[in-house]
């Protein structure tokens, strides 16, 4: 059974960093994109950034320029490096895969998702 499993949240102060990573297993496909994205209480799940297992990358325009996407395909692990946190980056991180989504950045285009790994960033 295809599974996602993220790690590296915590509680961190405004303006540190931190590298969220989500490993997949027993994914059915070779090729695939795995995304980021978050929900806040209350809020909408907003996507971030995807990687293809060809290392093609695109971002969310929210977040371009403070987060970074990368993966270790030896590892089958998708990294996400987030710097100069604000207390507005608090929410449950998720990340999801699916061979061609429709929408990257739709939630609806993914059928595999992760349990989340929750990131709070104090003042």
């Known amino acids: 059974q295809a599974q996602l499993t993220e790690s590296g949240g915590g509680s961190v102060q405004a303006g540190e960093s931190l590298r969220l990573s989500c490993v997949a297993s027993?994914?059915?496909?070779?090729?695939?994109?795995i995304t980021w994205f978050r929900q806040a209480p209350g809020r909408a799940r907003e996507g971030l950034a995807t990687?293809?297992?060809?290392?093609?990358?695109y971002y969310a325009d929210s977040e371009k320029g403070r987060i970074t996407i990368s993966r270790d395909n030896t590892e089958n692990t998708v990294y996400l490096q987030m710097n100069s946190l604000k207390p507005e980056d608090t929410a449950m991180y998720l990340c999801?895969?699916?061979?061609?989504?429709?929408?990257?950045?739709?939630?609806?285009?993914?059928?595999?998702w992760g349990r989340g790994t929750q990131v709070t960033v104090s003042s």
């Open positions: 999801a895969a699916d061979p061609s989504p429709w929408e990257f950045f739709y939630p609806g285009a993914y059928k595999i």
């Open positions: 027993n994914y059915p496909y070779a090729d695939y994109y």
């Open positions: 990687i293809h297992t060809d290392g093609r990358k």
